[in-house]
């Protein structure tokens, strides 16, 4: 099988070199062709312009030749056949087909090509455009998340904040208040750090660095679950994706800020949205009332108060079913010790395994729980309540460039 293997390649690489002969003859005649049809016009025919360009006539005068003596090789062999000339010229027509295919594949030739590079190369615009769309609506996108979180704190502080104080017994005021407050706290703390954050970027100034590859971008070297970026256009450590509401990377220095934002404001959201919900349906009724007759009569904050609360409930309870879907895809990804963009690069490679029949394993993975504690950096127990519950700074675990493999050594007991 390996020898044959061989020979096909070796054939293959053939045909590759001689379409590739032959392209270059067809375009030195053509130039040639042309070179000699200026060079007699500007002669008027005569010999004297034809002697002056030494080396272009007789070029151009051989290759005529012997496309002439092809030719009548071609129409001798056509009459030695005779009678058969209507099956000639159809197998010389199909031999004129699959040579101009050859032709046509030889200047894209490629061993590695595949139908995944064709749609890339297809796609290549649209990769561009959105990748200059992101990088400019980043900015845009930051500042919406801002209006909107600004504008539920100002609705819940004027219409929902009164309505529990005044209602609600005691003990769960001060609940609504503790919850509320925290919730608020810890969703702008990380939303702030997520953002001012570096991802973490390789060191170009050293050179001794361990290194998986070398980036195709920045032509340097790639430590290991590092990855190009190209919206920011930079190899970002522990790279996970680009995310346009934070208009930043998430990499290995502010992946904890990052998680911690999505749990922190999908639980925000969905406080809110059980706080208001009574108030949503008392207002959602009040609104139907406007279009009947006679109208009834409510004052401007009223009015106001009754759309205010529709749409605060209706914007958190959207962003609690969104962003909570991609919370709990994020934190599959944490339980299994991977990123986004290694998700897509392990199921390849598992793929690939299984039909050789062997079995991938995540080098990157150390038990669920050590995955966690890797993440949020986790060293003792009172660390999940000053680290996880309240706002800290402290740094991830490790550089970003040098990373322990479940496979070197026994995993870490979990705290």
């Known amino acids: 099988m ?19 002969l032959c392209n270059c003859w067809c375009v030195c005649l053509c130039v040639c062709v042309c070179l000699e049809g200026r060079t007699c016009r500007r002669g ?51 031999e004129l087909w699959s040579y101009s295919r050859l032709l046509l594949r030889s200047l894209c030739y490629n061993s590695l090509s595949d139908s995944d590079t064709l749609l890339d190369c297809a796609f290549e615009p649209i990769y ?41 017994s005691l003990h769960w005021i001060a609940w609504h208040l ?10 702008v703390f990380h939303y702030y750090k997520a953002i001012t954050t570096s991802p973490g970027h390789p060191s170009k100034g050293k050179v001794n660095i361990p290194s998986v590859s070398i980036c195709k971008k920045c032509i340097t070297p790639k430590p290991p679950r590092t990855h190009h970026c190209s919206i920011c256009n930079v190899c970002v450590l522990k790279m996970d994706h680009h995310c346009p509401w934070l208009n930043n990377c998430v990499g290995h220095f502010n992946h904890r800020y990052f998680f911690s934002f999505c749990i922190y404001m999908s639980l925000g959201c969905i406080y809110c949205s059980i706080s208001s919900r009574n108030l949503f349906m008392e207002a959602y009724s009040a609104v139907e009332s406007y279009y009947q007759t006679p109208r009834p009569d409510d004052t401007l904050r009223e009015t106001t108060a009754h759309k205010c ?45 299984k ?37 800290s700074s402290h740094l991830p675990d490790g550089d970003g460039v040098m990373w322990e493999c479940a496979f070197t050594r026994r995993d870490p007991e979990a705290v």
């Open 178 to 187: 503790c919850c509320g407050h925290w919730l608020l706290v810890m969703v």
């Open 44 to 94: 008027g025919g005569g010999s004297g312009m034809r002697m002056s360009s030494s080396w272009r006539w007789p070029l151009s005068r051989a290759m005529r030749l012997t496309l002439r003596w092809c030719r009548l090789c071609r129409l001798q062999r056509g009459i030695e056949r005779g009678a058969g000339s209507k099956v000639w010229i159809s197998v010389r027509l199909s």
């Open 128 to 168: 561009w455009i959105v990748d200059n769309m992101t990088r400019w609506f980043g900015v845009l996108f930051v500042c919406l998340v801002t209006l909107l979180t600004t504008s539920v704190v100002v609705i819940v502080y004027l219409f929902v904040l009164p309505t529990i104080i005044n209602t609600y």
């Open 2 to 20: 390996e020898t044959s293997a061989i020979i096909m390649l070796r054939y293959e690489e053939l045909l590759f070199f001689m379409a590739c």
């Open 355 to 391: 039909e050789k029949g062997k079995v991938f394993r995540n080098p990157f993975h150390h038990g669920r729980l050590n995955n966690w504690r890797i993440l949020f950096g986790v060293e003792k127990r009172s660390h999940w309540l000053t680290r996880v519950l309240l706002p």
């Open 309 to 353: 609360v529709i749409f605060l409930w209706v914007l958190t309870s959207s962003v609690a079913v969104a962003l909570g879907g991609l919370t709990l895809w994020h934190a599959m990804l944490i339980s299994r010790g991977e990123t986004s963009v290694e998700r897509h690069i392990n199921c390849k490679e598992t793929k690939r395994l």
